[in-house]
């Protein structure tokens, strides 16, 4: 036991850390920054909603395809078209003729997002070994803090400076550095990776497992909390702060270092236990922005570091359990499932919260948010079964 905790990592790992902050950055401002890019070739918001929209739910619905595709066909040739696709996609919306062809060229990006993202986490926890998984997860995790950090900044900087062509050449180049270093991945195949059928009937037969469903659950709630945070936090905190945009870096910092410290105590003391801090913090946190328009400005940045804990620790955790539970040969299909649930519990949580606030204010919501975060704790700890050891 000691001697596999202290054995170096297989070199994949760290190659697929970098490979992955330059995808997760491409996701980043595929939120945040082509939106201006839209309104630029004269789109309006409803545009930019319709082509965000399409770009989010295209992505759900393809996982469908890819996750099982890289059970059975294995990581690296679904790692390489998800890389692939991101570069295209860069390059056909810079040159898209009109704004309807731009929206068949985000259907290409959700092709790399659908595509990347599950098989870079299922090559993570192959080349892992179990009483480290835990600890590896978060340090992954640790890339989306440092992309959300980097990217959408480093992008808008691009912009200003030197125009939209460079920036999309610029993302393009990412890409491509990507898809490079995933060819510098081992060619053999995981032992975990075996042929079989891709029929839809192999995703929903996940969902027999208890565990599985309880972390899905756990994912989704802390989801809806993430995308609630990522989307109106700024909008809550601007008549407050010169640059509302100040919870971000704390958000980012506290999530990394939560995301890696929870993730490593979660393979000592198990999954279920370290489910409790990333819940509370998520919950006070959030409920914590009822209040900063009477309170210290120091309210605010414990809110945004505890959130931060929640969301990044939370998903830590949760997706150590997903690999925990799922059979090996449907590990990367678990996966593509569990990063569908994280973006359905942003759309959930971004326009209930939307809807709710345009009739009662924001302050109530975010309590009412809070609440529901910890009773969405209750409801996992009920079904998720003892950790075995």
Same mark, same amino acid.
């Given at each position: 036991?000691?001697? *596999? ?64 595709? *890289?059970?059975?066909? /294995?990581?690296? @040739?679904?790692?390489?078209? /998800? ?68 990217? @959408? ?12 062509? *460079? ?5 393009? /180049? ?40 309880? &972390? ?20 809550? /905190?601007?008549?407050?702060? @010169?640059? &509302?945009?100040?919870?971000? @870096?704390?958000?980012?910092? &506290? ?17 279920? *236990? ?116």
């Amino acid at each position: 036991m000691l001697s *596999a905790m202290n054995a170096p990592l297989h070199r994949d790992v760290p190659r697929i850390f970098l490979a992955s902050l330059f995808i997760l950055v491409q996701v980043l401002v595929s939120f945040s920054l082509i939106p201006l890019y839209i309104l630029h070739r004269g789109g309006t918001t409803t545009t930019v909603a319709a082509q965000t929209t399409l770009f989010a739910v295209a992505s759900i619905l393809l996982r469908f395809f890819f996750g099982p595709m *890289a059970d059975t066909r /294995g990581r690296k @040739p679904v790692l390489a078209i /998800g890389t692939a696709a991101f570069a295209l996609g860069n390059i056909s919306i810079l040159y898209a003729p009109s704004l309807t062809v731009m929206a068949a060229a985000r259907v290409v990006q959700a092709v790399g997002m659908a595509s990347y993202l599950s098989a870079a986490s299922s090559l993570v926890a192959d080349r892992t070994p179990r009483d480290r998984r835990g600890r590896v997860i978060g340090a992954y995790r640790m890339m989306l803090p440092l992309a959300f950090l980097i990217g @959408p900044f480093i992008g808008n900087e691009v912009i200003n400076r030197f125009g939209f062509s *460079a920036f999309f050449y610029t993302m393009a /180049g990412m890409s491509t550095a990507a898809f490079l270093i995933v060819l510098t991945l081992s060619s053999d195949r995981s032992e975990t990776v075996r042929p079989g059928s891709m029929a839809i009937g192999r995703v929903f037969s996940l969902f027999a497992s208890a565990p599985l469903r309880a &972390a899905y659950i756990g994912i989704l709630v802390i989801s809806i909390g993430g995308g609630i945070i990522v989307t109106y936090a700024v909008t809550w /905190g601007q008549p407050y702060f @010169p640059n &509302a945009a100040v919870y971000f @870096p704390p958000y980012a910092l &506290a999530g990394a270092v939560a995301s890696y410290g929870l993730g490593a105590l979660s393979d000592r003391l198990g999954r279920r *236990a370290m489910l409790v801090p990333p819940f509370v913090a998520s919950a006070v946190g959030i409920a914590l922005l009822t209040v900063i328009d009477r309170s210290p400005v120091a309210v605010f940045f414990i809110s945004a570091a505890l959130t931060g804990i929640g969301y990044n620790a939370g998903l830590s955790v949760l997706i150590s359990a997903v690999v925990d539970a799922a059979d090996d040969s449907l590990r990367a299909t678990a996966l593509s499932l569990q990063e569908s649930w994280i973006d359905g519990g942003f759309a959930v949580g971004i326009f209930l919260f939307g809807t709710l606030s345009a009739h009662y204010g924001m302050a109530p919501v975010f309590l009412g948010t809070g609440l529901f975060v910890m009773m969405g704790y209750v409801i996992v700890h009920a079904h998720y079964e003892p950790d075995r050891t």
